[in-house]
Each structure stands twice: as C-alpha cells, then as structure tokens.
C-alpha cells in the first residue's frame, strides 16, 4: 500500500516518480470530478491534466498538516467550472432534452441493469438534465450528491459560505427533480418501474 | 473502500440506515456499500427514490473508466510540466537581467548626479531674495585676463624651456541683487615650451 503522505512529500521534493504515483492515486476521482462538473470527456481529461500540472508547480506551497483532498480538488473544480462556464457560453454540446421527449428511464440505468451500463446512461441522463444549471449549482451537486464532500468543504473549495453551498443544492436539486419530472414521469411515479 | 463491503448490507440494514444516508450522515465506506446495495435491489431502490428521486444519479460516484482512457495520461502530465519548468526558468532568467540592469541604471544615474553635482560652480545666489557674493579683490572678465608671467628655467639636461602661466575666470558668474556681475572660476594655465618657441 502507497502511503499517500510520503508521496506527497517526495513529490514536493521534486521526485517525478513520486508524483507519477501520486497521480495513479487521485486521477479517477479528479476526472470524474471534472466529468460530472464539465460534462465532456474530452475536457475532462484536458482539466485533470492540467490540474495535476498546476499541483506540481503549486505543491511546495501545501500544508502538510492539512488535508491534501480538499487542497488538491479546489483546482480540478475551478478548471472544471471554468471550462463548463466557457461551454456554457458557446454553442450547447449536450442539449437539454425537449419536453417531447417525456418517458419512462432506459431499462439500464434501474436496478439489475449492467453496472457499466447503467453508469454510462445515467452519466448521459445526468450531463443532459444538469445543461440547466449554473456552473456553481452543477459543481456543489456533483460535490455534495455525488462525491460526498461535506458542506463545510465544499465551502472551502469553492471558496464561498455554507449558507451559499446550501442555497445552490437546494436549487440545483430543485432544477434536477424538475427535469426528471418533465422528461421522465414514470421515474417519478414510482409504481411502474 | 472495497468492493465486498456491500456484502455487509442486506435490506434490513439499508432500511435501518436509509434516512441518515439520505441526510449524507454516513461515513463514505459504509455509504459506498449501501449505495451499492441500493442499486442493485429494486426494493430498498424503490424505497430510497420515494424519498428522494435524485438518489437515482448516486451511483456515478462509482464510475470508473476503462484503463485505455488512462493511456498518455502521465506522458502528457510530465510533459506539461517539463515545459512549465523551461517557461519559469526562463521568465526568472529574464527577472534577474531586468533587476541587474535596473540596479546598473540606478547606480548609474547616482554617479552621473554626484559628478554632475561636484563639477557645477559654487552658487553665487542663494535661495530667495538674498544673495551673498564673496566680494572678488579685483574684479575682472574673461575680455580682460589677469596678468600673465613667463619665467625661463634651465632643465637638468641642460635644456632651456620657457613656464608661461596664465590666470583667468573661465565662465562670468551670475548677477547680483546689485546688477554687478560676479567673477567666474578661476583657472590656472600652465604652458612649459622649449625655449626657442616664441608664443
């Protein structure tokens, strides 16, 4: 088992092989972050890469006796949201669904479904209905309801107050819910799926 | 976290921790193996999206990509931060010549001052209206030079030379209060030339 702290601290010495490791650690998570906050796999990977660039050249500056997660994920989320913002502003990658397209949610994303599957269908899902929020609204949900980073964090990364993380779940998941319920009420109804 | 966690949770446990994970109480290797759970039995899935239908999108915290996504992940990393490095080395280099030849121009521009300073004739008039002028014994101009002296000297050498000294103010000073212009700078010229040189 890689000791987390002693690659940190190697890295910030300048070892390359340390920081290689280092990367293997935290790369899901930084690209998934990123993922579910830009919505685009291909910038997505251009965020976390940049954001482990920026760690090399930002380490020397870490506090070691603070916690490495939250320091670290504040760059990938500020790229992530910059990029989704840029996107936000240019012609629309992933469109909303239109209100014709009301049904029931695929089969794959329901219980027994292929985990792989499911997981691609309701990232779809997700990066379709979450084109309607804001870019602070998208980054506190994927924090919060996914990743299961406590409010007071989220704060911290964000760079905002608790009262103002809570303020933007609650739109967000009121925003969410509000999609589902147009475009998939059978979800909603619960008693046919 | 792994995976055989969700194994520790059957329905009664999930049902007996559904609303403390509902409110993001449970710590994450525990809310990874309900979420699990949750998401592979259609009734506790049913049970948790009553409550709350958003549960629907918690099991993309367990994507993981295929290991081909991660390919020339690294190289492009290292790469990146090779040219960052060459790009600081680089603006540093530039720094140092930018405050090295701001230091050069200081010192510089000090030196030019103290010189320039050193070599302006004594002031004659004074700040505000006053004007204290050392009274010249003579008052004289370049027009009209002071008498000069030739004296022959014969040199070790048995070599006659003649030393023609010469005395004169060489810039006219500035007015005083009283209209009458102050002596310039005296000057001592001094001219050895063989003897047989007339001037």
């Known amino acids: 088992m890689v000791d987390e702290r002693e690659l940190i601290r190697r890295a910030r010495r300048g070892d390359h092989q340390a920081f290689e490791l280092?990367?293997?650690?935290?790369?899901?998570?930084?690209?998934?972050?990123?993922?579910?906050?830009?919505?685009?796999?291909?910038?997505?990977?251009?965020?976390?890469?940049?954001?482990?660039?920026?760690?090399?050249?930002?380490?020397?500056?870490?506090?070691?006796?603070?916690?490495?997660d939250p320091w670290f994920f504040r760059?990938?989320?500020?790229?992530?949201?910059?990029?989704?913002?840029?996107?936000?502003?240019?012609?629309?990658?992933?469109?909303?669904?239109?209100d014709d397209e009301a049904g029931a949610l695929p089969a794959a994303v329901l219980p027994g479904a292929d985990a792989g599957l499911m997981r691609a269908e309701l990232s779809r899902?997700?990066?379709?209905?979450?084109?309607?929020?804001?870019?602070?609204?998208?980054?506190?949900?994927t924090?919060?309801?996914?990743?299961?980073?406590?409010?007071?964090?989220?704060?911290?990364?964000?760079?905002?107050?608790?009262?103002?993380?809570?303020?933007?779940?609650?739109?967000?998941?009121?925003?969410?819910?509000?999609?589902?319920?147009?475009?998939?009420?059978?979800y909603l109804r619960g008693p046919s799926r | 976290m792994s995976r055989g966690s969700t194994e520790i949770f059957d329905c009664d446990r999930v049902n007996a921790y559904l609303d403390s994970y509902l409110l993001g109480q449970v710590p994450p290797p525990e809310r990874r193996g309900?979420?699990?759970?949750?998401?592979?039995?259609?009734?506790?899935?049913?049970?948790?999206?009553?409550?709350?239908?958003?549960?629907?999108?918690?099991?993309?915290?367990?994507?993981?990509?295929?290991?081909?996504?991660?390919?020339?992940?690294?190289?492009?990393?290292?790469?990146?931060?090779?040219?960052?490095?060459?790009?600081?080395?680089?603006?540093r280099k530039w720094l140092s010549a930018a405050a090295l030849a701001i230091v050069v121009t200081s010192v510089g521009l000090i030196a030019t001052r103290y010189l320039v300073r050193r070599a302006e004739p004594v002031p004659v008039a004074m700040a505000g209206r006053t004007t204290v002028t050392p009274p010249p014994p003579e008052r004289h101009s370049a027009a009209a030079p002071l008498p000069q002296t030739v004296e022959r000297v014969r040199t070790e050498g048995s070599r006659e030379v003649q030393i023609y000294t010469?005395?004169?103010?060489?810039?006219?000073?500035?007015?005083?209060?009283?209209?009458?212009?102050?002596?310039?700078?005296?000057?001592?010229?001094?001219?050895?030339?063989?003897?047989?040189?007339?001037l």
């Open chain 1, 143 to 186: 924090l919060k309801e996914i990743e299961g980073v406590p409010t007071d964090e989220i704060a911290k990364i964000l760079g905002i107050r608790t009262s103002t993380v809570r303020n933007h779940l609650m739109q967000a998941r009121r925003i969410l819910q509000e999609g589902l319920r147009r475009h998939y009420p059978e």
């Open chain 2, 166 to 198: 010469m005395n004169y103010y060489d810039q006219p000073a500035a007015a005083t209060l009283e209209g009458a212009a102050g002596p310039g700078r005296l000057t001592e010229l001094v001219l050895i030339v063989d003897a047989g040189i007339e």
């Open chain 2, 34 to 91: 309900m979420r699990l759970h949750i998401h592979r039995c259609p009734a506790c899935f049913q049970k948790a999206s009553e409550r709350d239908p958003l549960q629907l999108f918690a099991p993309l915290a367990d994507q993981e990509r295929p290991e081909a996504t991660w390919e020339g992940f690294w190289p492009a990393i290292r790469e990146g931060i090779e040219r960052e490095e060459t790009r600081r080395l680089a603006r």
């Open chain 1, 75 to 98: 760059i990938v989320v500020n790229l992530a949201i910059d990029s989704y913002r840029k996107a936000q502003r240019g012609p629309r990658l992933v469109a909303p669904p239109s």
């Open chain 1, 22 to 68: 280092l990367v293997g650690l935290k790369r899901e998570r930084a690209f998934r972050i990123a993922f579910n906050i830009a919505g685009n796999e291909d910038d997505a990977k251009d965020i976390a890469q940049t954001a482990f660039i920026k760690l090399w050249s930002s380490l020397r500056s870490f506090d070691e006796n603070s916690r490495f």
């Open chain 1, 125 to 141: 899902i997700f990066n379709r209905l979450a084109a309607e929020l804001a870019p602070a609204q998208r980054a506190v949900f």
